[in-house]
Every structure is written in C-alpha cells, then in structure tokens.
C-alpha cells in the first residue's frame, strides 16, 4: 500500500480516464460534423428516457440546475436533436424526446466511445477488462 502522502484518490483516476473518453469523443464528433455538441450536452443524451423526458428530471438526474438543463435541451431542440412532445400523464407538462436526428447522434456517440474502449480492452486484457467493468458496475448499482 502506498504511503498516505503518495496516495492517489481513485476518483483522479477515474476522472483522468473519464477525461480522456469525452476528449477523444467530442474531437471525433467534431470531425463528424457534430462541433456544435459540447461535453455538457452529453448530459441530456445519457439521461434522456426514451418516452421522453421532462426537463425537472433530467436536471434532477444530471445533479444541475433547471435553468442549466433547460439552456441545453433549447439548444439541442433548435439544433434538431430533440424535440417537444404533450406529457401524457400531466396536460399542463411537455416532455423531450430525441428525433431521429438526436437518436442517429447518440448511437454514433456510443459507437465512437466503444472503440476508444477498446484500446484499454487490448492494455488489461479482456478478462481483465471486464472485471473492471463488472466492478465498476458492482460499485455503481451501490449507490
């Protein structure tokens, strides 16, 4: 074990790793002719229900403010990535939901990402790779 003032927090790793991965992605999409779509945005598509979702929740979800959510899904609405849909449940709320636009994104996003994985896959091994993920995993169902 490493002494306490060499000690790493496991979280700066994760974030270094995590780091890498939407550095790798959005100069990909960029590429793509998707450089309007920022980190931030990323938000909206990894919490996004696919019936659609209410801007409370995904604020909610995403641990930031309404107001900042809100400023994310009118700039994906008018990029065409989203659009408004009457909540079923609640006359008085709308839900977003992604367009085929915003759904064709998304699965590029998650294409671009398993490949850029890969190359950690091919660095443990993918046994070991994949207990990685099975503990990351374990640790994330844990919370």
Do not use: C
Request: glycine fraction near 6%; avoid cysteine.
């Amino acid at each position: 074990m490493v002494s306490k003032e060499k000690y790493k927090n496991t979280g700066a790793y994760l974030r270094q790793l995590y780091d890498t991965l939407v550095t790798n992605l959005h100069a990909r999409l960029a590429e793509e002719g998707y450089g309007e779509i920022t980190p931030s945005h990323g938000l909206v598509f990894q919490y996004a229900e696919e019936e659609g979702s209410r801007i409370t929740a995904l604020a909610s979800r995403a641990g930031i403010t309404k107001q900042s959510m809100s400023a994310l899904v009118y700039q994906l609405e008018e990029g065409g990535y989203l659009k408004r849909k009457d909540d079923p449940h609640d006359a008085r709320a709308v839900l977003f939901i992604l367009t085929a636009k915003g759904q064709m994104l998304k699965t590029k996003a998650q294409q671009i990402n398993y490949q850029f994985e890969k190359k950690w896959e091919q660095k443990l091994g993918a046994a070991e790779y994949q207990k990685f993920r099975d503990m990351l995993n374990e640790l994330a169902a844990a919370l």
